[in-house]
């Protein structure tokens, strides 16, 4: 028993360090310390986002797949209600798309910390499938409230993987 809670907290230290590592991605790029800072919005704060997070659940062996099709059925149960449990705050009106990002990136850490305080209530696991589908969730959501192309996205960065994944074997 302490061998796998051991492991489940290992992997959860690896999926924070991932989702922090979309923060740190995000905040390098926007810098003022880079010769250039780029100009980046929305697109490509999902893109750095769903990037890490399908080389997280591939070096995890957790299936993508499995995540959307959960996600899939989490919105079907969400039908007839009033406002999604993962639903994107309206107050990202802001002009600025990184800020908005930014502030969904901070639902989701509120999201992963009411869980992770319900689970120890419940005796429930706290562990990375959940917060895997949490993060995925409100990535999906935010790709619907911009009006962004997932499966161009998804392309894009099956492309980009592909690109590195040649890179490396030659």
Not at 82 to 105: I, M, P, R, W, Y
Not at 114 to 140: H, N, P, Q, T
Request: glycine share 2%; net charge negative.
């Amino acid at each position: 028993m302490e061998h796998h809670e051991s492991q489940n907290e290992t992997r959860l230290d690896e999926f924070f360090e991932m989702f922090d590592a979309v923060e740190d991605d995000i905040a390098e790029l926007v810098s003022d310390e880079n010769e250039e800072p780029r100009q980046i919005g929305g697109y490509e704060c999902l893109f750095i986002a769903f990037s890490n997070l399908r080389l997280y659940c591939e070096n995890s062996g957790i299936r993508l797949k499995q995540i959307e099709d959960q996600y899939k059925e989490l919105k079907k149960s969400q039908i007839d209600e009033e406002s999604g449990t993962l639903a994107v705050h309206e107050d990202l009106d802001e002009n600025n798309e990184v800020v908005n990002f930014c502030k969904l990136l901070e639902q989701i850490e509120d999201s992963f910390s009411a869980l992770e305080k319900r689970c120890e209530k419940s005796g429930e696991v706290f562990d990375e499938w959940a917060c895997v589908l949490i993060m995925y969730s409100y990535l999906r959501n935010y790709c619907v409230k911009e009006k962004v192309d997932f499966e161009k996205l998804l392309k894009e960065i099956s492309h980009l993987h592909s690109e590195i994944d040649k890179d490396e074997n030659s």
